[in-house]
């Protein structure tokens, strides 16, 4: 086994503090119980390291960022573990490094080079961002 390529570089705690979403250099996301340290579930999506996680305050939704220039959107059911399905995944123009969610799940955003993105979730579709330059005062 090359531990090389399974550096975890992010971790999210989901809103109850019951499960730990870790991010790895192998593309690897996987989803950890904090009661027990078990893993419950491995995430497979990424083309390349993850950089970033988010898990959503429904405890339903992890975003995902990475490498490969994409951000994922999963569902899956912290609280009865049922298997994750990655929804949607969408490609940007540069590596992504961060990725959040807005506390009330409005808003998704990704750092992607020098832009931030920006994607409305409380329709089915996320339609192409608007992109914000890094370079003008976003506060």
Not at 49 to 68: I, M, N, P, R, Y
Not at 90 to 103: A, E, G, N, Q, Y
Request: with cysteine; charged share 25%; proline share 4%.
């Amino acid at each position: 086994e090359d531990r090389d390529k399974d550096f975890v570089t992010c971790l999210r705690y989901s809103p109850d503090g019951k499960y730990l979403v870790s991010g790895s250099t192998d593309g690897k996301v996987k989803v950890w119980s904090t009661e027990d340290g078990d893993l419950l579930d491995i995430l497979e999506g990424h083309d390349g390291a993850v950089w970033s996680v988010d898990v959503g305050s429904d405890l339903e939704t992890v975003v995902t960022g990475g490498e490969d220039c994409s951000v994922c959107i999963w569902t899956l059911a912290f609280k009865v573990l049922r298997p994750a399905k990655l929804i949607k995944k969408m490609i940007v123009r540069d590596p992504v490094s961060c990725v959040k969610f807005s506390s009330n799940m409005i808003m998704l955003a990704a750092s992607s080079g020098s832009q931030i993105n920006l994607w409305r979730t409380h329709s089915a579709v996320f339609a192409d961002p608007p992109r914000l330059p890094s370079r003008e005062a976003v506060v």
